[in-house]
């Protein structure tokens, strides 16, 4: 009953938004996460290249109306932004800098070290000496450059195996199994003032876990700074593994450091393959993907529960989970509609391919309207 009046009552705010003339008026009125979630924690989402460029119109309008915090999705990867050796592409995080100005969005840079998507230049390096040149010129540019003007950086990305030791990586062989808490050192030089994260997939789990706080420890008791870690949230519907999240919740900030949700998304297709490995892929076939015509009303209500219980546990942390960034803003842009097979027809977020909110949005909005009362 209470999400029927708060579906009636967003569709009613849609339609004075969409009647007002300035843009300032659609920001003010409309439900939107940023706002029911204010003094909870910062609401985000993954931005990709046309986002970022404003291309799209309807993600124009929605992104600055929903969230407070955006992460770039590809653009900040070395791949991306350190083509070659010597040779930086700035343009497009250019402009997420501006576009986050412009539209009050603070930003999560992402990622400087990470195994994957890194430029093939890099994996032809030989001499130890010359990978040590570019690990800290690549942190020194990157992060210098964006010091003052993004909030915070995923400084490392996925260093660890399931089991929680150090995956076997060509940072890990080049550089040793100190490398994350140089990268830190070298991050908190270029960028003093910019709060630094570990994220990781699985990490909510209890090997990986503990891999995670003993890296850490590593890091702090070698004096280097680290702020936060994310927990970077690809859960299956009807499978969130809502006691291991509590748990890390409470051990992690047991180490002093904030928890956030970085790349929240709910699978809903059938699929083999854990965690967020990109390397892992499956074959095609018509039976993985089912719902190419549309979502069966019982997952749409299980993917809304899930969504429901997932935001009640980070309810219950104030202070404690300081940011929940989803993996996109609607579920035409997320990358699980080819991962791990491709070309399939996904539904994990909570705006639907016409950026329209599901019913998973109106039971997390639903959870403070309840608390309000
Ligand atoms: O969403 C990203 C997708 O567009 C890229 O193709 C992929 C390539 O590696 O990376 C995806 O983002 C990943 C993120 O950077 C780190 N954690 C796992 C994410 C999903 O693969």
Same mark, same amino acid.
């Given at each position: ?14 339609? &004075? ?65 350190? $083509? ?12 997420? %800098? ?19 998507? +890194? ?13 040590? #040149?570019?690990?800290?010129?690549? &942190?020194?540019?990157?992060? !210098?450059?964006? *010091? ?33 808490? =140089? ?42 700074? %680290?702020?936060?870690?994310? %927990? ?5 519907? !009807?499978?969130? $593994? ?6 890390? &919740? &409470?051990?992690? #900030? ?19 393959? =854990?965690?967020?490995?990109? *390397? ?9 993907? $089912? ?16 969504? =429901? ?15 929940? #960034? ?21 539904? $994990?977020?909570?705006?639907?391919? =016409? ?11 639903? +959870? ?6």
């Amino acid at each position: 009953m209470k999400n029927k009046f708060v579906g009636i009552m967003y569709s009613a705010t849609l339609l &004075i938004v969409a009647c007002a003339s300035s843009r300032n008026a659609m920001a003010q009125k409309a439900v939107s996460l940023k706002d029911v979630f204010k003094n909870d924690f910062v609401i985000g989402t993954a931005l990709n290249a046309t986002q970022i460029e404003e291309k799209d119109p309807k993600a124009a309008l929605l992104v600055p109306q929903q969230f407070n915090t955006a992460t770039p999705e590809n653009i900040m990867k070395a791949e991306v932004i350190h $083509p070659q050796w010597g040779t930086y592409q700035f343009d497009l995080a250019d402009k997420l %800098i501006a576009y986050g100005k412009k539209n009050n969005i603070k930003i999560n840079a992402h990622t400087l070290i990470w195994h994957s998507q +890194l430029p093939q230049f890099v994996r032809n390096i030989q001499s130890v000496d010359s990978f040590k #040149t570019f690990f800290k010129n690549h &942190i020194t540019t990157v992060a !210098g450059r964006y *010091s003052g003007k993004v909030f915070s950086w995923d400084v490392v990305n996925e260093a660890l195996n399931e089991d929680g030791t150090m995956r076997q990586s060509i940072f890990l062989d080049k550089l040793g199994d100190n490398y994350v808490t =140089e990268a830190f050192r070298l991050a908190q030089a270029a960028s003093p003032n910019t709060e630094l994260y570990y994220n990781d997939y699985n990490n909510e789990q209890p090997a990986k876990r503990a891999g995670c706080i003993a890296l850490i420890k590593k890091i702090k008791q070698a004096g280097v700074r %680290i702020d936060g870690v994310g %927990i970077q949230g690809h859960w299956h519907a !009807g499978k969130i $593994p809502l006691k291991e999240i509590e748990e890390s &919740i &409470i051990q992690y #900030t047991a180490l002093g450091i904030k928890v956030m949700i970085t790349e929240l998304d709910i699978e809903v297709l059938p699929r083999n393959v =854990e965690g967020a490995d990109v *390397s892992q892929r499956m074959k095609e076939d018509p039976s993985m993907n $089912p719902y190419k015509n549309g979502l069966p009303d019982s997952v749409q209500q299980q993917l809304a529960s899930d969504y =429901e219980a997932l935001f009640k546990l980070f309810l219950k942390y104030p202070g404690k989970v300081t940011r929940v #960034t989803f993996w996109g803003v609607d579920d035409g842009q997320s990358w699980l509609n080819n991962w791990p097979v491709k070309g399939r027809v996904n539904y $994990p977020l909570l705006f639907n391919r =016409e950026f329209k909110p599901k019913p998973a949005f109106y039971k997390v909005i639903a +959870l403070k309207k309840i608390e309000q009362e």
